[in-house]
């Protein structure tokens, strides 16, 4: 077994190569399908192994509720440095599930509050807010609502504010904060996820630019709204490092609506570049998952065996 | 018992609808031609609501900027700023402004542009030869 029980842990190193890939290469919607199971599954084998770990670790501790045989010699020979990887385990698994039930907590408190901040307001499906801050959201809830300032429509021509409706309407119509809680979830569960939760913003805003671009019939209206939004929101703080010279997600979403389509079938063939990555992507996730998945089902059985029933 | 049980069911659904209560009174205080009392906008919902309420509820939407009030004599006299969607506006704003991370909950449009993407972005739409067309 040896340092099999580590795998989990470090193998979401692997999802950033595919990330990549899938994002360059994928239609937006197969990438997010596909970054978002692989971050999931990832962090649960992940956070298992975590959990498997703490318990040889806890079985090692004077006066613990767990079975003797637990911390038999046999077992311990399983988990490599067990002494010290044991009981690390145990303030990590806790940092891990606390940060997971924070994350989860301020996902419904921002999503109750904004709705709060709506109450009053005739129960339409768009809301209109006075506000010389252009912004526009989705608010997912009971109704799902598209929120948007005064200011971002102002800056707008008709089609262009159709296409920032059909764009938002596509994010609520496809739960997109599913998918963005998942990948945020998993982030906080093991930090080597944290570039498929960047990858995964991102393909959800094109898969809803996409979406756009086909529900109104021209992907250079969608382009021209999303750079004109973007070019007036510039006033806000940027969260990214600004002297990073790569591009922000903006400019790369209004280049990709000013090229071609890209293609929906589901599973490109092999023989091309996208297919390459498309499959590559898929076997390295697999591998990964499953290898993920055999040690943590590993030391599963292992433990069981040292149980006396 | 039973009493007190159905207070507590009475409040219940009073606390969580504070925002329509905000705008409830607001309304009224927009019906009015000038400054109102408290007095006023009390009998104007129809009495239902406390003095005190209607007093927490206007300085609630004083601190938020929806009324402006004057000392009249010992009281004062509440005249409506902002409208409902403007009180929206003002509670949203701050639900976003206290949220670092809200970028994570809700998609946004777009988000912030650095100098560099700036200049790609404008040099992208320049490029488009619609621009300025339908």
């Given amino acids: 077994m040896g340092v099999f029980v580590f795998l989990p842990l470090v193998l979401p190193l692997t999802a950033w190569p595919v990330a990549r890939l899938a994002e360059h290469h ?40 767990l079975p003797d045989g637990w911390s038999d010699p046999e077992v311990r020979e399983a988990v490599p440095y067990d002494e010290i990887a044991g009981k690390l385990a145990i303030p990590t698994l806790i940092l891990v599930l606390a940060s997971c039930a924070r994350a989860a907590w301020r996902h419904h408190r921002v999503r109750r509050r904004a709705g709060r901040a709506l109450e009053g307001l005739p129960a339409t499906s768009v809301v209109v807010l006075p506000d010389a801050n252009p912004y526009a959201y989705a608010l997912p809830g009971r109704k799902d609502r598209v929120v948007v300032t005064t200011a971002m429509l102002a800056t707008l021509t008709g089609p262009e504010r159709r296409a920032l409706f059909a764009h938002e309407r596509a994010h609520l119509t496809a739960r997109h ?41 021209s992907r250079r209206t969608v382009a021209r709204a999303v750079g004109k939004a973007a070019l007036i929101s510039r006033g806000a703080p940027a969260v990214t490092l600004a ?9 790369r979403r209004v280049a990709a609506l000013l090229g071609p389509a890209p293609a929906a ?38 433990l069981k065996a040292a149980t006396p029933l | 018992m039973t009493k007190a049980k159905r207070e507590d069911h009475d409040t219940h659904p ?11 009174v607001l309304a009224a205080l927009r019906q009015a031609p000038g400054a109102r009392t408290a007095g006023w ?54 639900v976003l402004d206290g949220e670092a991370d809200r970028g ?16 790609l972005l404008r040099d992208l739409l320049a490029q488009d030869p619609t621009e300025g067309e339908d």
């Fill in chain 1, 26 to 65: 994928l239609h937006p919607r197969m990438a997010t399908w596909l970054l978002t199971g692989v971050s999931g599954v990832l962090a649960m084998c992940s956070t298992l192994s975590l959990a498997l770990l703490m318990v040889v670790g806890t079985a090692q501790l004077p006066g613990n509720p």
């Fill in chain 2, 14 to 24: 009073r606390r969580r609808g504070q925002g329509e209560l905000e705008a409830q």
């Fill in chain 1, 177 to 217: 904060h599913r998918f963005l809680l998942t990948v945020q979830l998993a982030a906080r569960a093991n930090p080597f996820l944290r570039p498929l939760r960047t990858a995964v913003t991102y393909t959800t805003e094109r898969w809803a630019d996409e979406e756009a671009a086909t529900r109104i019939g």
């Fill in chain 1, 243 to 251: 002297g990073f010279a790569s591009a922000g997600p903006a400019p």
């Fill in chain 1, 265 to 302: 079938r589901l599973w490109p063939s092999l023989f091309t570049s996208a297919g390459l990555a498309a499959w590559g992507a898929a076997a390295g996730t697999t591998i990964s998952a499953l290898s993920s998945a055999n040690s943590a089902v590993t030391l599963f059985l292992i």
């Fill in chain 2, 41 to 94: 906008v009390q009998e104007r919902l129809g009495g239902d609501l406390a003095y005190t309420t209607v007093i927490t509820i206007l300085t609630r939407l004083h601190v938020k900027g929806a009324v402006s009030r004057e000392r009249v004599g010992r009281s004062f006299e509440w005249t409506a700023v902002a409208d409902e969607a403007g009180l929206a506006a003002l509670r949203m704003r701050k």
């Fill in chain 2, 104 to 119: 994570a909950v809700l998609a946004s449009f777009v988000t912030a542009l650095s100098p560099h993407d700036e200049r």
